[in-house]
C-alpha cells in the first residue's frame, strides 16, 4: 500500500494567483495523478504526473493552467495558475503502486476556494 | 468506451440492516474492477478490488462485493451496517487500454440509526 500526503490541506485564495500543493508519497510508486472533485460529485483526472518528464495533460486541462512537477518517485506538485472563482474545487493526489499491484491511492485532498 | 454506472445516488439503509450498493460496468476484455469510500472531508479510501479469481471479494471494513460477469456488475455488500458506514462510495474500473481509473457518480449511503 502506500499512504499519501498532501499540502495544504485547504486553503482560501484571492483570484489572479497561483497556489501550488504539494504531494509525498511513503514509498516509491510507478505512476502518480492529480484529480479535481467538486464536493460530493465524481472525480476529473486532470493530469498523470510523469516522473522526468511532462505531465500527460487529459482534455480540457493545459499546462500554462495546471502546471505539474514529479521530480522523483514519491513527489509530485500541482499549481493552479491564475485562479478564479471556478477553480474552487477539491484537489486529490493518487498514486500507483507498481509490481503488479492495479490498487490506486488517494491523498486526503486539498481543499481550495478562490475568492 | 469503457464506462461505469452507480444508477442510485442515495442508498438508505437500517443500521443492523444488510446494505447493498450496486455498480454495474462496460470494458472490453477482462474488467479490474474496486471500489472506494469517501468520508467528509476525507480523500478516497481503498475498500477492495476484484482482478481475477473468486467472484466474491472480501474487503476492508466488513465489505465484500460479488463480480457477476453475464450481468457486468459488481455490487458492494455488508450483511449488517452500522452508523459509520455512512459515507460516499465510488465504483471504479480500470480501462484496459489507458490503464486509466474510471470512476462512477458516487452513491451516498446513509445507515440510519
Known amino acids: 500500500s502506500a499512504v499519501i500526503s498532501q499540502k495544504p490541506s485547504r486553503d482560501i485564495c484571492q483570484r489572479g494567483t497561483s497556489l501550488t500543493i504539494q504531494c509525498q508519497v511513503d514509498s516509491q510508486v510507478t505512476m502518480m495523478f492529480w484529480y479535481r472533485q467538486q464536493p460530493g460529485q465524481s472525480l476529473t483526472l486532470i493530469a498523470t504526473a510523469n516522473q522526468g518528464s511532462e505531465a500527460t495533460y487529459e482534455s480540457g486541462f493545459v499546462i500554462d493552467k495546471f502546471p505539474i512537477s514529479r521530480p522523483n518517485l514519491t513527489f509530485s506538485t500541482l499549481t493552479v495558475s491564475n485562479m478564479s472563482p471556478e477553480d474552487s474545487s477539491i484537489y486529490l493526489c493518487?498514486?500507483?503502486?507498481?509490481?503488479?499491484?492495479?490498487?490506486?491511492?488517494f491523498g486526503p485532498g486539498t481543499r481550495l476556494l478562490v475568492l | 468506451a469503457q464506462s461505469v454506472a452507480q444508477p442510485e445516488d442515495q442508498v438508505n439503509v437500517a443500521e443492523g440492516n444488510p446494505l447493498t450498493v450496486k455498480c454495474t460496468y462496460s470494458v472490453s476484455g477482462n474488467p479490474y474492477l474496486f471500489w472506494y469510500v469517501q468520508y467528509p472531508n476525507r480523500g478516497l479510501q481503498f475498500l477492495l478490488k476484484y482482478i481475477t479469481g473468486d467472484n466474491l471479494v472480501k474487503g476492508s471494513y466488513g465489505f465484500e462485493a460479488e463480480f457477476n460477469k453475464s450481468q457486468t456488475s459488481f455490487h458492494l455488500k455488508k450483511p449488517s451496517a452500522l452508523v459509520s458506514d455512512s459515507a460516499l462510495y465510488f465504483c471504479?474500473?480500470?480501462?484496459?487500454?489507458?490503464?486509466?481509473?474510471?470512476f462512477g457518480t458516487g452513491t451516498r449511503l446513509k445507515v440510519l440509526a
Open positions: 493518487s498514486a500507483r503502486t507498481g509490481g503488479g499491484g492495479e490498487t490506486q491511492y
Open positions: 471504479a474500473v480500470r480501462d484496459p487500454k489507458t490503464y486509466k481509473y474510471i
